[in-house]
């Protein structure tokens, strides 16, 4: 069971206060009416499937109810840091290859 | 017009003495399985409950709803501010808990819609949720069968939590040396008292 | 004679205590103190079970956890367990206990049975079986399924209680020898929280058989004052009796108390097992070492026993395996049983050690007791059918793979063999950390630690004392500091323990013989799977080179032994069979559970009616008073129907249809998702979810809306109502009221964070109840005096503010049934005082409570969906002919809307929604019914749809269904086929989705 360090609550919580909601950065379109069908599939159906490095998205029901982002490796599920949303992650891929 | 607004209501007397009957979620409940009960469990009754939201960061909402509680809210995470009248609990960046015995919950409303303006939302969830509150010589043990929190050294007196009591979520607050606030949604009350019956089991319960 | 293997005094059992038990039919007596093992031998018991696939007598051979045979089937009736180690069983009163190998007695012979079949399972039996045609794996299925699960399980609810306790520490110490001990005593001295838990009944590990000095004092002393040292701080929790069975992510640990199964068969009060769920900041495996046996000829055999399970059995419970032991080592701890054994008075034939020669202070204590000692030899077999009664002793090369000499063969009734000692790696395997394998121990140690993890003892192959004691509180203090507390710095001087004069061990796994390993006597790698030295090779040979494709070919591993004993042995003999090192080899990896954990521990109280929350609505007592019988909705229960005395489902569904249909009816609806919603955005926001447009909602009015997924595809429904310019109420489904809510909550957080709006779940803070029919404006009047309900004062699709009662009350007229209806909403605390009051009201209209049944029945009459029955997840609103809903002149694209032109939702052959009228209008379509135009084409036939409601109509008389059907739409009055599953073909004609009151005039009046 993960342990997640909630950016609002600002404390470690257990993984079942969470619900996992996917890839995180993903941005809506602002104009989806000019997006080809390619370009909105690609929006709504395609999503990394990394190992390694994972920015995703949690989202703290059983707390504040806020959702925050999570970079997750997915091999060691170790959690290199959460970050609220709107910021950026400070570890990404490029770094970790090394 | 209708005719139809003219109905008298004749069943009207039938209400006792024409007065209305309200109940707690737990008005049922009474428990006592041990002479000295290790586990206390009460439901404070009628609680005017109410959801604040307003940004932190605007002076002017803060002050205005410092006028009315008397106090300013507690904008850390996790923290909590108690008066005379009021308890205050933070539930969310921008979202507090307002909890009063002997306050109506409109009163409250009318006076925080009087001082706020601009972006705020008051919302009255009094009857949504109900107060119960749990002591005792086992009240550690008991919340450790119930809750993943670290409730023995990560919940000195004074916060206040969002978590998981067994497969249901309350707002846990610790509110004096041993003894607990459990701020529950009405519909789980019952799952969660039925919970604490059976936890409690092997210490004794009693209910005050 | 009773219990001949007793010795007269030492051991950590009281004679006073005398415990009569049972061991298949037959009655025995033991001590308190023993385990159930410990007892079966102290009475001369050899044969405990036979083996699944050979069918061979198998006897006790180990002490702990790591024993593969003596697995029992405890206690009877509920409460009786599979799987249970004898060695781990503390004897109590009465105790119950039958063999457990799937076969039906210890005199079974199963060659018998399989002789027809072939001679043998052969190995790659389970895998051949798989692979090849079925029709084998019908012949063995029958064996396979009894044996594989080793035991019975019971067949009634257990009569125990389990339950769960949340943990959390500074340090975890899995382990309570002398290394863990001294880890935990460290780190509590720093102030850290710690837990320390052990699987045996005590603590101490092997100082409870092994004694040195510590500080010139015995270390038995030294353990009695580091125990009650350790239960008298308030910082530390001590476990014993407590198997850490998983090491899960983020130091995350399950571990298992048997808090009474040492007491009797049934927990006499309170709690059976409680699993203890450990959130630990740092962790300190001093899980210790498990001796290995040595592989040779027949060494399944009962006496064949692990050298120091011997020891154990003689310091621990007083108890002599035997007569005559004859000892195969390779390596000089295997020289303490013999020790033991010569003191207890017993005869030591003597001590065949692989190794040419050892100076080490416990070959020098053996010589001393005049105990015959060969160098350079070691047991090549034995012999013996239920009791060893020979063995053969040979000289072998220095290497050990070959036989240089003469065999001598000598009578003997035990033979001990200690291989060496393996870590115990498995909690670290857990984490997903691979063992590495280091010739100097000759064993694999933890691999690189992925969590704050530390190790310690034994199981960095560090045996000697000094090492644990010391190592223990330097990784205690160490883990400590990590934590928080502390700088590092020992708080206490290390005692003075002395160093063993040790010989270096010789890395021997299997005792070569004079035949080759394919013609030798069977030589058992793993005793619980019946995997022998040849099984591996042969699979080798095969082409498995991978160590974890020589697993699942032999089974070697598998089942609740997890290769405790036999791993590192058959990793040895793969890795020689294939001319690599067994470091090139390597390991298989162990997952939890460490050993068989009940479900009951795992499930903890989250069963029965505490499994899941059950959600009342405040007028629950009614519905149960009133005879209502309930359905789960989510986590809600829901009065499903009413039924009078005698009445049937269908007799109380067309009762309550009808009366609301005539009179009036009244529902609970509290369940329904309310989500109140202020905010000066709160239309735009609304724009932006639903289809519709909101924009011209005005205060006091209601609209039904449609709320998508960005696939565009319907995810939810339900009424809003404009409260004030900016603030609004949505209602959801019953069971979307949380997922909706979240849905909300994720797009105005990562999405549009600058609309201001607040969203607030309010559903259990209302009671919402539906009173519907012609009569429901009557009755509403009888209570409500001071809100208009004239029909053009009060119009379908509006609110109202007023008092319902004399109660504070917003009353919405809306209808899901077609009848003129009102719902009402009350806080919830006054929900029940009013609900009786419009009960009462209504009385003179035989007002008529329903429950979701009838309500189904009614919207289905109108054909008003129900997402999540007649919706899937795969339907646009166009689908469902609900294109009125979705505002097409919205500014913003609303969520869904551009998925409207993919080219899957717009192409020809979508499922549509329509309605269905059976031919035969008594027959009522099963939900889920699958539909063809053909019925008479071959199968498999092509399916065009599905029914997604289907009930009977009492108004209409007739059956009705609702159905998505490929182009429903264009093919109205045609012919459909439903096939069923018992050969009953239904025809059905598609038809329009509301059957009663087309023109919607019932909830316009
Ligand atoms: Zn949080």
């Known amino acids: ?98 | 017009m209708s005719d139809l607004t003219t109905f008298e209501f004749a069943a009207r007397a039938q209400n006792t003495q024409g007065a209305t009957r309200r109940e707690t979620p737990l008005h049922h409940v009474s428990h006592q399985n041990a002479e000295a009960a290790a586990v206390v469990f009460n439901e404070v009754p009628f609680c005017a409950q109410l959801t604040l939201r307003g940004s932190p960061e605007n002076p002017d909402f803060l002050a205005g709803v410092e006028k009315v509680l008397g106090f300013a809210l507690p904008v850390q995470p996790l923290t909590s501010h108690a008066s005379d009248s009021y308890y205050v609990f933070w539930i969310s960046p921008g979202e507090w808990l307002i909890l009063a015995e002997n306050i109506e919950p409109a009163v409250i409303e009318a006076s925080l819609r009087a001082e706020l303006t601009g972006h705020f939302a008051v919302v009255d969830v009094s009857a949504g949720q109900t107060l119960m509150t749990l002591s005792g010589e086992a009240v550690q043990q008991v919340l450790q069968k119930s809750c993943g929190y670290d409730v023995e050294a990560s919940l000195p007196v004074g916060k206040v939590v969002t978590t998981t009591f067994a497969k249901a979520t309350l707002v846990l607050h610790h509110q004096a040396e041993g003894k607990y606030f459990l701020i529950v949604r009405r519909s789980f009350a019952d799952y969660v008292w039925r919970w604490l019956v059976d936890a409690s089991a092997e210490y004794g319960l009693t209910v005050v | 004679m009773s219990q001949q293997n007793r010795l007269a005094q030492g051991g950590r059992i009281d004679r006073n205590r005398v415990l009569n038990f049972s061991f298949a039919g037959q009655t025995y007596k033991g001590y308190e103190g023993d385990t159930l093992a410990s007892a079966l031998l102290a009475n001369g018991v050899d044969v405990v079970g036979r083996s699944f696939k050979y069918s061979r007598a198998r006897g006790i051979t180990g002490h702990g956890s790591e024993e593969p045979n003596g697995v029992v089937q405890l206690g009877t009736g509920d409460s009786t367990v599979p799987n249970v180690r004898a060695t781990q069983q503390e004897l109590y009163s009465g105790l119950v206990s039958n063999p457990v190998a799937g076969w039906p007695s210890l005199q079974f012979d199963l060659m018998s049975y399989l002789g027809k079949a072939g001679a043998m399972m052969p190995p790659g039996f389970y895998y051949k079986t798989f692979m090849y045609p079925q029709k084998l794996w019908m012949t063995y299925e029958h064996f396979i399924r009894k044996a594989a699960g080793l035991g019975k399980a019971p067949t009634a609810p257990d009569p125990d209680t389990y339950d769960k306790f949340n943990q959390h520490c500074d340090v975890m110490v899995v382990g309570g020898g002398p290394a863990g001990l001294s880890a935990a005593y460290a780190a509590a001295k720093t102030g850290a929280r710690v837990i320390i838990a052990d699987e045996q009944s005590e603590m101490g590990g092997h100082l409870l058989t092994f004694e040195q000095t510590i500080n010139g004092q015995s270390s038995s002393l030294w353990l009695a004052e580091m125990v009650a040292e350790l239960n008298a701080m308030s910082n530390v929790k001590v476990l014993p009796k407590t198997t850490v069975m998983g090491y899960f992510d983020h130091n995350f640990l399950v571990a298992i108390e048997r808090r009474t199964d040492h007491l009797g068969e049934r927990a006499v009060s309170g709690t059976r097992q409680r699993s203890h769920r450990i959130r630990a900041k740092q962790v300190i495996l001093a899980a210790g070492a498990q001796e290995r046996p040595l592989v040779f000829a027949n060494n399944d055999v009962p006496g064949v026993m692990l050298a120091s399970s011997v020891t154990t059995y003689i310091k621990r419970y007083a108890v002599v395996p035997g007569h005559n032991l004859i000892v195969s080592t390779a390596n000089d701890s295997g020289y303490l049983a013999a020790i033991e054994w010569s003191k207890a008075g017993r005869n030591v034939v003597g001590i065949a050690d692989s190794r040419p020669h050892s100076d080490g202070a416990l070959v020098a204590e053996a010589k001393a007791l005049g105990i015959d000692v060969w160098f350079g030899h070691g047991v090549m077999e034995v012999k013996g059918g239920r009791r060893v009664y020979s063995a053969s002793v040979a000289a072998i090369s220095a290497e050990g793979d070959r036989i240089i000499g003469d065999v001598k063969t000598y009578d003997c009734d035990t033979v001990a063999t200690s291989g060496g000692w393996s870590p115990v790696v498995h909690l670290s395997c857990h984490t997903g950390s691979r063992p590495v394998w280091r010739d100097d121990i000759i064993g694999f140690v933890p691999g690189k630690a992925l969590q704050a993890q530390h190790c310690v003892g034994s199981i960095m192959g560090d045996h000697q004392l000094a090492d644990c004691v010391h190592g223990g509180l330097e990784t205690g203090s160490k883990a400590a500091a990590q934590a928080g507390f502390g700088d590092g710095e020992l708080l206490m001087t290390k005692p003075d323990i002395e160093r063993l004069a040790e010989g270096k061990a010789q890395a021997l796994f299997l005792v070569p013989h004079k035949k080759n390993v394919s013609r030798a006597p069977k030589q058992f790698v793993d005793l619980q799977n019946d995997v022998t030295a040849a099984g591996i090779e042969l699979a080798t040979r095969e082409g498995f080179e991978s160590i974890e494709h020589v697993k699942r070919y032999t089974a070697m591993g598998f089942g609740t032994d997890q290769g405790k004993l036999g791993n590192v042995n058959g990793m040895a003999i793969a890795a020689r069979s294939l001319g690599k090192s067994i470091e090139e080899t390597g390991t298989t990896i162990f997952r939890p559970s460490y050993t068989p954990s009940t479900f009951g521990a795992l499930a903890g109280r989250d069963a029965d009616t505490l499994f899941d929350p059950e959600r009342y609505t405040a007028i629950h007592q009614w519905h149960i008073d009133n005879g209502a019988v309930f359905e789960d909705v989510g986590q809600w229960k829901r009065p499903w129907y009413y039924p009078q005395p005698g009445e049937s489902l269908s007799e109380a569904l067309n009762r309550e249809c009808l009366a609301t249909r005539n009179s009036v009816g009244i529902l609970d609806a509290s369940t329904l998702g309310k989500i109140d919603i202020q905010g000066k955005d709160a239309r735009e926001f609304l724009n932006r979810v639903y289809t519709n447009a909101w924009s011209k909602l005005a205060i006091g009015k209601c609209r039904y809306g449609l709320m998508l997924k960005e696939d565009g595809m319907i995810m939810d429904d339900g009424v809003t109502s404009c409260l004030a310019d900016d603030h609004f109420i949505v209602t959801t489904t019953t069971g979307g009221a949380a997922a909706v809510l979240e849905w909300l909550e994720l797009w105005h957080q990562t999405e549009w964070p600058e609309l201001e709006v607040y969203m607030s779940s309010v559903t259990d803070h209302w009671s919402t109840m539906t009173i519907s029919g012609p009569n429901a404006r009557k009755v509403l009047a009888k209570v409500c005096h001071d809100i208009d309900l004239d029909k053009e004062a009060f119009k379908f699709m509006e609110w109202r503010n007023g008092s319902v009662a004399g109660v504070t009350a917003r009353v919405f007229r809306i209808s899901f049934t077609g009848e003129l209806s009102y719902e009402i909403n009350v806080s919830a605390n006054d929900g029940l005082f009013v609900w009786e009051a419009l009960i009462e009201a209504g009385k003179e209209f035989s007002i008529t409570p329903y429950g979701t049944e009838a309500m189904h029945v009614l919207r289905a009459e109108k054909g008003f969906i129900i997402v999540g029955q007649d919706t899937d997840g795969s339907v646009t609103p166009y689908d469902m002919d609900m294109g009125w809903c979705v505002g097409k002149n919205k500014a913003f694209s609303f969520i869904g809307k551009r998925s409207f032109d993919r080219p899957d939702t717009q192409k020809a052959d979508r499922k549509q929604f329509v309605g269905l009228k059976t031919k035969n209008s008594d027959e009522v379509l099963p939900e889920g019914a699958q539909a063809v135009w053909d019925p008479k084409q071959a199968i498999p036939m092509t399916m065009v749809g599905h029914v997604t409601s289907s009930y009977y109509s009492a108004v209409l008389g007739r059956s009705i269904a609702l159905a998505v059907i490929k182009e429903g739409h264009k093919h109205k009055g045609e012919t459909l086929y439903f096939p069923l599953a018992d050969g009953r073909v239904i025809e059905a004609v598609i038809c329009d989705y509301v059957f009663y009151d087309p023109e919607g005039e019932r909830q316009n009046v």
């Not at chain 1, 909630?6 to 993984?15: G, H, I, S, T």
């Not at chain 1, 079942?16 to 890839?23: M, V």
């Not at chain 1, 949690?58 to 290199?80: A, K, L, P």
């Open chain 1, 1 to 98: 069971m993960l342990h997640l360090f909630c950016p609002y609550c600002q404390e470690l919580r257990e993984e079942n206060e969470f619900h996992y909601r996917g890839q995180a950065h993903i941005v809506r379109p602002k104009d989806p009416e000019s997006l080809s069908d390619k370009e909105w599939g690609d929006y709504l159906f395609f999503r990394n499937n990394s190992k390694g490095i994972h920015h995703e998205m949690w989202y703290h029901v059983s707390g504040c109810r806020r959702f925050f982002n999570v970079t997750r490796n997915t091999v060691t599920y170790e959690i290199y840091e959460t970050y609220k949303i709107g910021e950026t992650p400070a570890v990404t891929d490029k770094e970790e290859t090394e």
